[in-house]
């Protein structure tokens, strides 16, 4: 009669295969994803898999408990010493005697899926470029000189397929003491780099290393610097952490930092200084948070603007400073974390996404990679709100990019009451339109302020200023309660018949929550405050609206909105306000830190570079500074929505 079939789940691979063949020798073939660190020596056990014994007729599946070996005496002595979970087989060892169905568990899958919370995210798929392999390397031999090196690298082809191997120099220089250590059997962990690279060993391990490596994606932003540290072989994320970027005493904004670098000589080599010190630091935090050695971080991932991409190089951004706003480069980069003084893996890689072109940078790039408005059936706006926007609009057939300077309003600051996103400040706010008494949220609590329990709920933390959303909905509330008028202008006290209307000096002010009797805060809203935002939502707009213009439509099927901020701002209220086109307000969703997931996928996807680096050549840029209607639409968007255009959603 025929081979046995055997048939793998979850993937639904299936093949013949003879008698006696081990499973690990049948998934191979099949192209199933089953991991294996030993190469099949029953040492690693990461080839775990749970037989479901069978026999295959149109009746359905018949049991046989002999569709596999017996325990072998590799497999019993791992038992005997490590213990597998029952159930489970080694499928370097159980060979196939009869039909079965094999199931290869989560943990035992090379390409694990890390599933992200979004249900229109797609998952990212672990296929990282460093990977870890267990070799047993021949000893030296007299009488047939060799380098240790040669051995290894002999060992990792015939045992791994693993073809013209390289050493970084720092293996070179440690290399020797651990094949001793180990009896001549290491694990090394191998670089894939791009293709068409030779393979890079990067570390070894006396024996068999059992533990993970480590990777880094950083989101590197002119006003933060935020790290998650990646286990490279579950893809999980196993600690974030942000600090404010060092850059900022150079200047809030991009362009001031640009201008510092023109006028102090050395000012561009402070700031890379500064900007990779504090990435140090961040380092320290993440891997203590993790409770790991940084010694085992090899790989990190940066996105970030071309600003930051310039200083965190150390490459003087002065062209970025003027038309036409030329690159040092646009391409993707592969780098030493030792050549960028980071404190990680002596040979830790440093991989930055390409840039788009101009303004738009890696950090676009990254927007792109997590979101694929190119891959998108309609068309979709994608705005990735921060002290710079990153704007794209697009579909399958094109798309367009802008990058446009909102300031760092958004994010709390130039508001008189503006903070951080924290607990105890103020992120929801709700103003009745016939009394025109507001209630409120603060971060940390569930509770509005009119809630029975407020107090206690926000006795811990207080309520000690208000955050870029809750300025936002602010504001919109306050257009939609009538005590703001569309220019942007609050009302007297006895225009608008709410003593909330203040008059303090020249410009008029609302007071939002006032605990100043009880020694607290007085938290109002003021015209300046208004003035700041309304620039802030008019560049957003307006870099909007000139890539709706050069893509010829006047409307978009849907928007999403990312950046640490985009993920809590309101729908109804950022239309309200007029940041973003009119669209159904059920077809506005926010992807939360995409340039951070763009990084993450970078950082654990070797296909995934290859694939942004090619779309970035597909994205269009358009340089806002030199489009003479980007200064028309900005002066239409500072308008609450705006002056021209209508906002038909908003009257339904
Ligand atoms: Fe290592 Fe099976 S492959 S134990």
Not at 158 to 184: F, S, Y
Not at 250 to 261: A, N, T
Not at 505 to 513: I, Q, V
Not at 604 to 629: C, D, F
Request: proline share 5%; aromatic share 6%; charged share 25%.
């Amino acid at each position: 009669s025929s081979d046995p079939l055997i048939i793998f789940t979850p993937s639904g691979k299936r093949g013949r295969f003879p008698a006696g063949t081990p499973v690990l020798t049948a998934a191979r073939q099949l192209g199933v994803d089953l991991d294996s660190v030993c190469g099949g020596r029953g040492i690693c056990s990461k080839c775990q898999i749970t037989p479901g014994y069978g026999e295959f007729s149109k009746h359905g599946v018949t049991v046989h408990d002999d569709a596999l070996s017996e325990w072998n005496a590799v497999e019993q002595r791992y038992d005997d010493k490590r213990g597998l979970k029952p159930g489970r087989r080694l499928g370097c060892q159980a060979t196939i005697q009869r039909d079965v169905v094999i199931d290869v568990p989560a943990e035992s899958q090379v390409h694990k899926q890390v599933v992200r919370k979004r249900v229109e995210a797609r998952d990212i798929l672990v296929n990282p470029t460093i990977r870890l392999y267990y070799v047993e390397v021949e000893e030296p031999d007299m009488h047939e000189p060799s380098g240790d090196l040669e051995r290894l690298c002999a060992a990792l082809h015939e045992q791994w397929e693993v073809e013209n191997a390289q050493a970084d120099l720092h293996l070179l220089q440690t290399m020797q003491p651990i094949l001793r250590k180990g009896d001549w059997k290491v694990t090394c962990a191998v670089d894939h780099g791009r293709d068409g690279d030779a393979p890079r060993i990067m570390h070894l391990w006396p024996g068999l290393y059992e533990d993970t490596i480590y990777g880094l994606a950083i989101d590197l932003g002119s006003t933060t610097i935020a790290a998650h540290l990646c286990d490279m072989r579950s893809g999980e994320v196993i600690a974030s952490s942000g600090v404010m970027n060092p850059q900022i005493r150079f200047g809030e904004d991009l362009m001031s930092r640009v201008s510092y670098s023109m006028m102090n000589k050395g000012g561009s080599d402070e700031m890379t200084a500064a900007v990779r010190e504090g990435m140090n630091t961040l380092f320290d935090v993440v891997a203590a948070e993790a409770g790991i050695d940084k010694g085992l971080i090899m790989d990190a991932v940066f996105v970030c603007n071309p600003v930051m991409h310039h200083l965190f190089l150390g490459v003087d951004p002065f062209e970025l400073g003027q038309a036409p706003f030329a690159l040092a480069a646009s391409r993707a980069l592969h780098l030493r974390a030792r050549e960028l003084d980071l404190k990680l893996h002596p040979s830790a890689r440093v991989y930055l996404l390409p840039c788009i072109a101009g303004h738009v940078g890696a950090d676009a790039a990254a927007v792109a990679l997590s979101e694929a408005p190119d891959k998108s059936e309609d068309l979709v706006l994608v705005v990735d709100v921060g002290t710079n926007a990153e704007i794209m609009l697009g579909n399958k057939e094109r798309v367009l990019a802008c990058s446009s300077p909102t300031g760092p309003a958004f994010e709390g600051a130039q508001i008189s009451a503006g903070q951080r996103a924290a607990p105890g400040a103020i992120e929801r706010v709700e103003i009745d339109p016939v009394t025109k008494e507001p209630r409120f949220r603060v971060i940390g609590s569930d509770l509005w302020s009119d809630d029975p329990g407020f107090a206690e709920a926000t006795a811990a933390t207080g309520i000690t200023g208000i955050c870029g959303s809750g300025i936002i909905e602010a504001i919109a509330e306050m257009r939609l309660a009538g005590v703001l008028d569309a220019s942007g202008l609050i009302g007297s006290a006895e225009q608008t018949g709410t003593d909330r209307c203040i008059l303090d000096g020249r410009t008029n002010s609302y007071l939002l929550y006032d605990a100043s009797a009880k020694g607290g805060p007085r938290i109002t809203v003021t015209n300046p405050d208004i003035r700041a935002i309304q620039m802030a939502k008019a560049a957003l707009y307006s870099g909007a609206r000139l890539l709706m213009d050069k893509f010829g439509v006047d409307k978009v099927d849907r928007v999403v909105l990312a950046g640490a901020f985009g993920a809590h701002i309101s729908p109804k209220h950022a239309m309200v306000l007029g940041m973003i086109p009119d669209a159904p307000l059920e077809k506005v969703t926010s992807a939360g830190n995409a340039a951070g997931t763009g990084a993450r996928i970078a950082l654990l996807n070797r296909e995934a570079r290859g694939e942004i680096e090619a779309t970035v050549h597909r994205i269009h840029k358009v340089e806002t500074a030199v489009e003479p209607r980007f200064q028309e639409h900005f002066v239409n968007a500072s308008a609450i929505p705006n002056a021209v255009e209508p906002f038909p959603i908003l009257n339904t």
